[in-house]
């Protein structure tokens, strides 16, 4: 049976990957983002531009067996430097705008009988890292959402997210503009390299999959070791 799944934030970096991966499996795919990027539509490739810090009404299937929501920030600033206007921003996009999406997404998983949601938090939220308060908060706010919602809505929809380290996608470009920052930031991950949207995707794939069927409220750190190791 062909699946259904929606993915906020699948015009570039991870999201792009993942709508790949789910593609290749025959999947019915309903993509969302702010603009449509490389993304070609089909019978099987549906596209919807939103901005998810305004209001907006999706398209939806009767049915959905999946929703991967990618869209994060990275606005790393000394504590003292950050303004209201920044904190409201990040706490938009990334805790929100989900928050938005899984209320509008809310029966057609319940109606699959058995669907997944995956959201995106930090390594930063579970371990100190300077410069993150804003963000590390928002999406410290993703996994208080993740528990909850897993509580909740099971046993029909399994709710986990992913908490990546520096992954090498076009929203950590100025983390990663030359060759020397490349190799610092990798250097501080004892694998020592940069994630890669493809690591994500992987990860993402897993926990949409049935081979994550008995996995539900969990935080999955994909960091290079950056969280447990030294």
Not at 4 to 20: C, F, P, Q, R, T
Not at 64 to 85: A, D, M, Q, S
Not at 144 to 171: F, H, Q, W, Y
Request: net charge neutral; glycine share 8%; charged share 25%.
């Amino acid at each position: 049976m062909s699946k259904n799944y929606l993915i906020i934030g699948a015009s570039s970096g991870i999201g792009e990957v993942i709508a790949d991966k789910l593609k290749e499996t025959g999947a019915t795919l309903y993509l969302a983002s702010r603009t449509q990027g490389n993304i070609q539509t089909s019978d099987k490739v549906n596209f919807q531009e939103i901005d998810i810090t305004k209001d907006f009404e999706l398209d939806l299937p009767d049915e959905l067996h999946g929703v991967v929501y990618c869209p994060g920030t990275i606005n790393l600033k000394p504590f003292n430097r950050l303004k209201e206007e920044d904190f409201l921003n990040d706490f938009k996009i990334n805790h929100l705008g989900a928050v938005k999406v899984l209320q509008q997404a809310f029966k057609p998983l319940k109606k699959s009988g058995s669907a997944s949601v995956v959201l995106f938090s930090t390594v930063a939220v579970q371990t100190g890292l300077s410069f993150h308060a804003s963000v590390a908060s928002a999406k410290g706010a993703i996994e208080g959402l993740t528990r909850s919602l897993a509580c909740e809505l099971a046993p029909k929809v399994r709710v986990n997210a992913i908490a990546p380290s520096l992954t090498d996608t076009p929203m950590a470009e100025n983390l990663l503009s030359s060759d020397d920052k490349r190799e610092a930031n990798a250097k501080r991950h004892p694998l020592k390299k940069l994630g890669t949207p493809e690591d994500m995707a992987n990860a993402a794939h897993y926990l949409l999959s049935d081979d994550s069927g008995w996995v539900s409220g969990q935080i999955l750190k994909v960091d290079g070791g950056l969280s447990t190791l030294r």
